[in-house]
């Protein structure tokens, strides 16, 4: 059982955890999150009986999610939106890049978006001819960095200011202090031109509105605005579970984001974008598309797992997460390859789901089952449930190692008799050297043993 | 039908004994003597959240046929009540046969605090009596009791999170003397979680140090637990962290004796 | 499943794959959530809130008090390029001699020079469809005479609204709206922040270092 894991999560996990200053960071945002959180429910009126009936709203909403999804189509054609829908990650950037070339853009200015980092579209937009430059500050410090986002709502929580400052000083070639403000200044200009040149601008959507075709994006830079605004074309990628039928539910939603993320009551920025300028308008894009993804989300529908859909990547759960905090967000990650996109326990739970479980089989696994997940998900998502089904599946399609389901299968069959109990105990004891070192000691008398003699 | 039945669970019986001695004279100390039917093994726990759900199953049933013929079933594990108490109905939920079963066990099954509690058993009574040998013959060879205050309690997670148990465990400490220093963060998890401190045990033992560092934090004399599994696991490294961790039964015991 | 050779999937494709699922009855929505909230004095909350964001909050009687405080904070912060939105109340107002307002109406013609000045202002002013209490937003719509970039491009953004377009929360807000979506609404409840660097809060990133909500009776 010690040895089953030497790549991956595990390994990951082992070299995050001696890296002290990424650890420290770590705690300190989510420290923050986390108590943010907490003042934030406590001030809003019957906040558990919101989050239960935002549960409804999830649960509804995605038992009927085709009919969602063409009311969204339809209302959105009437304000001038155009729906596109991608079964995969291919299709997705084949569509996205299309768009870019009819409008002949050759930058991108991309606002925060999971989805995007999903399908992997910065390199298909490269490889297409078309530079990506995200804007959201995290995320522009992570793609000078070359390096995937370390948490869902804080993409650069492992970076420290020198760090930063060494990646603008790269990126530019000025001479920056490693302080706070000067790097702020400097990304702002910066990210300023690409705001006004881009030909293209790329987001990601926190919801759809069914009822009028809008998309709901939050940012609190004001990034989100720029790119939806400035770029002659805009285009929003959202799975195809991030919908709600009218504006009543996402009230709900939008009263749970931000709270539930970092204890804000809604974030600075509420763009609500409801189709391209209209006519009377001097700004605003003059086209306006929506990408919804599937990528493996339709075939959870129907089925035990169609609870993790109802997901808004808030970000709660990997605050509260013990194991998140020990080990970081890149640990998160398949037996080969980069990190996944989405970390901590949602990402446990998605990441295997979506992308294959055979080739990610460690991530279920990394949970004590705590439940302090569930405890905080705003939609009371039962991510420990689903980690327990989804490593009963991994038994099932013999993905724990075999020398482990064989000791495993043995030690059941021994609790199966008081007698046998004894005896593996017994063995144990003896044998304890060569099974491995961190199995439990065996006390020289069991509790039975003790029992029986005082009787006699 | 026989009034109470002792679990011990697994990791008592075979690892730490003296937690079911001390759990069985409490019991006998406030007049509801406890059996301990000599069928129990393991109520099947480790496997559930392991994936072996027909190992499992087995178990659970075997748990529930021992423990049917009994009034109540206490036991000094929270995880183990909670895995009774809230598993096993849905281990059964689309057997017909052992669902009523399983609802009939999960109702009458108690962790040891929240017995005491509900069946009105406090103040525990003292026994001044010299033929309870202490448990410690038992242990490791420790020879006078130790400081039991100030202690700051650890909120095992199925303890409190399914179960729901937080005030419990405190208020029968502080009745029987006992401060409380909380530490900064009372319910983050040990580390334990089972097999997950055998498969993934570097970030376990880094979630365990962390515990354990926030313990010695408070200046209490010792750490306690409600869970065997997270004792286990937090006495591990409590060496190194210059804490010492106890069972709440044990220290119930000899505060009470 | 066929993979169809062009790019663009469509609405089909998918949805081949949605039915296909089992979708059992669907589960009924429940009623819509209506407003908890009870505030005796909105505006108190609307202050409370947007303070908590580094938002300025100024309540004044009159629209000419209102106006007098734009122009005094247009000369406290040495503005010499405003730009502004062209509906009541902001028509009215100016600044002095040697200082340029400039407003959406006068600029339809050249979007491509509205949005230079607008990247060159020292302040944008605008006004508000409706404040959400609760939360401390501004509700900031697209449409006639109006344009994103004044409360988005410039360091500081001004808002004058008259005190009674004051809503409970969302709900209300949400509840009372009606007539067709603008292409852009936002809701604005602070400065333009980032904590991505070390977790410091630091104000003012892409958009407006500073707000300054002016409300008058």
Redo the contacts between chains.
Sequence with gaps: MNGDFNSGFREAARIAIEDVGLIRSVETATGRFRLGREAALAELPEADAMRDHFKQIRAATLSNLKNHLQTFEANARTAGVQVHFALDAEAACAIILDLARKRGATLAAKSKSMTTEEIHLNPALEAGGIRPVETDLGEWIVQLAGEAPAHIIAPAINKTKEQVADLFREESGDEILAEIPALTAQARRRLRETFLQAGIGISGGNMAVAETGSVVLVTNEGNGRMVTSLPPVHVAVLGIEKIVPTWAEAGVWLSLLARSATGQPLSIYTSIITGPKQDADIDGPEEVHVVFLDNGRSKLLGTKYEEVLQCIRCGACLNVCPVYRSAGGHAYRGETGPPSPYSGPIGAVVTPLLFGLADHKQLPQASSLCGACLDVCPVRIDLPRMLVDLRRDSVEAGLDGAGTAVVTRLAARAFGSERMLGLAARLARFGRRFVGGDLPRPAKRSFREIRREKRS | MPPHALLVTCLVDQVLPEIGVATARLLERTGHTAEFPEAQTCCGQPFFNSGYHAEAVRLAKRTIETFEPYETVVLPSGSCAAMIRVEYPHLFHDDPAWRPRAKALAAKTFELSEFLIRFDLLPIPRTGSADNPPPFAFAQGRIRPFAHSPATYHDSCHMCRLLGLRDEPRSILEKTGVAINEMAEPDRCCGFGGTFSLKMPEVSAAMTREKLRQASETGAAILVTADPGCLMQMRRFADEAGVRVEHLAVVLEERTR | MK?PEK?????A???E???E??????????A??TS??RFPDPVARFRE?LEA?HGEVRVVETLDEALSEVAELLEEIGAEVVVADSEAPLERFSLGAGRQVAR?ST??AD?EA??DLC?RADAGVTSAEALLA????LVVS????????VS?LPPVHIAVVPAERIET???TW?AARSGR????????????????????L?V?????KRLVAILYD
């Excluded at chain 3, 699922?21 to 429940?30: E, K």
């Excluded at chain 3, 979506?181 to 410091?200: C, F, H, M, R, Y």
């Design positions: 993979r790019p663009e999937y469509g609405f494709t998918v949805f794959t949605l039915s699922t089992i979708f059992p009855a669907p589960a009924a929505l429940p819509p959530w908890r909230r809130a964001a959406v600029h339809n979007p509205w949005r990247a609760e939360t401390g937003s697209s449409g006639p005479g109006r344009s994103r970039l988005l929360d969302l709900f949400l979506w603008p292409a852009n609404t936002v809701l604005v409840s602070g400065p333009s922040k980032t904590g991505d660097i070390e977790q410091t630091s003012g990133v892409h958009g407006p």
